[in-house]
C-alpha cells in the first residue's frame, strides 16, 4: 500500500511539472562531453537544441507498428513516463521514435513526462530509484496512477512499440476525461 501511495505521489509531482514547456533539468557534460540532462525533459528542447542533433535523424524511416498505433488510439486515458539520458545510444534511438508514436495516434502531449537520468541511471528527487529504473531508456504506462506495465530499452521483441501497444491493449478503456 505505501509502495502506491508513494508512485501515486510521484507521479502527480510528474504531471504537475509535464505541462511546463521549458526544461526542468540540471544540465552537466560527461567526460566525452555529451551534454547530459537530468530531471524533468521538454521534448522541445531535444527536437531544438543542437547538443541534440542526433533526434531528427533517429526519426528517419520510422513506422510506427500498425496494431500498437490503433491501441494507442482508442485509450488516450492513459499516461507515460519515460526515462532516458541524454548520453545513451538506445535513448537517442529510441525516444525520437516514441514521439513520432505517440505524435501519429493524436496522443495528448501533456500525459507524457520525459526524465533524464544520468550515467550512474539517476535524477533529480531519487526519482528513477522509486521508480526502479535499472536501464534506459524505460517507458512505463499509467492508469490512474499506477503502472500498467513498461518497456525496457527495445523491449522483449526488438520493437518497443509492438510490446507498448500489447500493454495498453491489456487495460480497460474508459471515455477519455
Known sequence: ???????LITCCFLFSGAVFAQSQAEISR?????KILKGIISRKELETDTAFSWWTENLK????QSQALAELKKNHNIEFIAF???WCSDSKFIIPKF???IDAAGFPADRV????????KKTLSHLAEAMNIIDVPTIIVMKDGKEAGRVVEYGKYGLFDK???E???SIPTSPVQ
Not at 1 to 7: F, G, T
Not at 113 to 120: E, H, K
Open 167 to 169: 500493454i495498453i491493449a
Open 113 to 120: 513526462t520525459l526524465i533524464g537520468v544520468d550515467r550512474s
Open 61 to 64: 524511416g520510422y513506422t510506427p
Open 1 to 7: 500500500m505505501m509502495k502506491k501511495i508513494l508512485i
Open 84 to 86: 532516458m539520458g541524454t
Open 30 to 34: 560527461d567526460d566525452e562531453g555529451n
Open 99 to 101: 514521439y513520432s508514436f
Open 163 to 165: 510490446e507498448l501497444g
